[in-house]
């Protein structure tokens, strides 16, 4: 069974920091790129990090650049978005989703369409 696993969400104040992880299981990881998206109320699901099967790319939105993190450890099976200097802007729900590699790298990392396997997401809250 195929799972992706999100955790590490939760309330912190504005410029403070939190760590996702995403644990990953039931397909070949190393052949999956992992991205991490949200979604805050009303509005839609965003791309917000992408990290390419072998380490070697990694894509941010804009609005986050500068600021978050992500990272993978395929001998563990798990992808992690560290994310400092937290803002109002940033409380959403997160999401880590897989898609095949030759996609993104085709493709690109954006587009809900090309992830075939989602977590059930974390919530983040940043108070102001």
């Known amino acids: 069974e195929v799972q992706l696993v999100e955790s590490g969400g939760g309330l912190v104040q504005a410029g403070g920091s939190l760590r996702l992880s995403c644990a990953a299981s039931?397909?070949?990881?190393?052949?999956?790129?992992i991205a991490w998206f949200r979604q805050a109320p009303g509005k839609e699901r965003e791309g917000v990090s992408c990290?390419?099967?072998?380490?070697?790319?990694?894509d941010y939105v804009d609005s986050v650049k500068g600021r978050f993190t992500i990272s993978r450890d395929n001998a563990n099976n798990t992808v992690y978005l560290q994310m400092n200097h937290l803002k109002p802007e940033d409380t959403a729900v997160y999401y880590c989703?897989?898609?095949?590699?030759?996609?993104?790298?085709?493709?690109?990392?954006?587009?809900?369409?090309?992830?075939?396997?989602w977590g059930q997401g974390t919530q983040v809250t940043v108070s102001s």
């Open positions: 989703a897989s898609a095949l590699s030759s996609i993104i790298a085709d493709l690109g990392p954006w587009g809900l369409y090309k992830y075939h396997y």
């Open positions: 039931g397909f070949s990881f190393d052949d999956y790129a």
């Open positions: 990290i390419s099967s072998s380490d070697d790319r990694t």
